[in-house]
């Protein structure tokens, strides 16, 4: 089958004591699927243990995953066109919905059982009509789905109810928007500033490519109002991390330790992870 990664996301255990699950997009030799994992700590050290394997129709060019529950989660799709087509459509139809910015990108909603023989239960799309819909986070209070129009440089926010997800606004960024992630009351987003360099780096033409993080916050402190009717009222971007690529080059995502105020970055090409320190 193949395992190649792309989006992982964490369920955290509920008040039953259920472990947690990891969830990972495996863009397999065959077919798209998410894994799932149990994941224990044991004697100090992480364990993960295989639960199931989801697949689905609906499972065409998923990207990155946003776990809501212990067996529902969002899940973005950056093309409706993929190289998993026939010849001579899989080396023509996704080069035209790329470089025509078509809005062809999706994010679903993705109900689950993990015992034997059950799988998918549903799949809602939630969210439409995107450019390369990439990452996707949700806020802690449950009020906001965010996701990354990589192509459009910019950040689409949706409110999110138990029934609904409805466009609000839209956030521009100076940078593709790769992935996202909440840090408290910001949401970073961390992409590439400039795509000729990163596409010459995806060819082996080039040895590094620019990195950019930044931080989306409410102006409003309030926290008795959602995150959502915060940002509604208007918004703070600020950059937290550059780089010219000779640091880290390409980021790809980043994510806040809170209590230790430490921020990681990792990048799409690359070996290492950034470690900074962060400040709120």
């Given at each position: 089958m193949g395992f190649h990664p792309l989006g992982i996301d964490i369920a955290l255990s509920d008040s039953s004591g259920t472990p947690s699950?990891?969830?990972v997009i495996n863009h397999g030799r065959h077919k798209p699927t998410v894994e799932v994992f149990h994941v224990k700590l044991e004697c100090g050290l992480v364990a993960l243990t295989y639960e199931t394997t989801l697949t689905h129709p609906s499972f065409v060019a998923p990207n990155a995953i946003a776990a809501i529950s212990f067996d529902s989660f969002f899940l973005s799709h950056d093309h409706y066109f993929t190289n998993r087509m026939r010849w001579p459509l899989n080396t023509i139809l996704p080069w035209l919905e790329t470089f025509l910015?078509?809005?062809?990108?999706k994010v679903d909603l993705i109900s689950f059982e993990a015992l034997p023989g059950a799988g998918v239960r549903k799949v809602q799309t939630v969210a439409r009509n995107i450019v390369c819909a990439n990452g996707v986070a949700v806020s802690a209070d449950g009020s906001t789905l965010a996701v990354a129009s990589t192509a459009r440089a910019e950040v689409l926010i949706y409110s999110k109810d138990t029934t609904t997800v409805k466009f609000i606004t839209s956030i521009r960024v100076p940078f593709g928007v790769d992935n996202l992630a909440f840090a408290g009351d910001q949401l970073l987003a961390a992409g590439h500033p400039y795509a000729p360099e990163l596409m010459a780096l995806m060819k082996n033409k080039s040895s590094r490519a620019p990195s950019y993080v930044s931080a989306i916050s409410p102006q409003s402190?309030?926290?008795?109002?959602?995150w959502l009717t915060r940002i509604l009222v208007g918004a703070n971007l600020t950059t937290v991390f550059m780089s010219d690529g000779s640091f880290?080059?390409?980021s790809s995502g980043?994510?806040?330790d809170l209590e230790m105020r430490i921020m990681f970055v990792v990048?799409?090409?690359g070996s290492g992870v950034a470690k900074c320190n962060y400040t709120l």
């Open positions: 699950r990891l969830l910015l078509l809005p062809l990108g402190a309030n926290q008795t109002q959602s880290l080059s390409a980043a994510s806040v990048a799409l090409y």
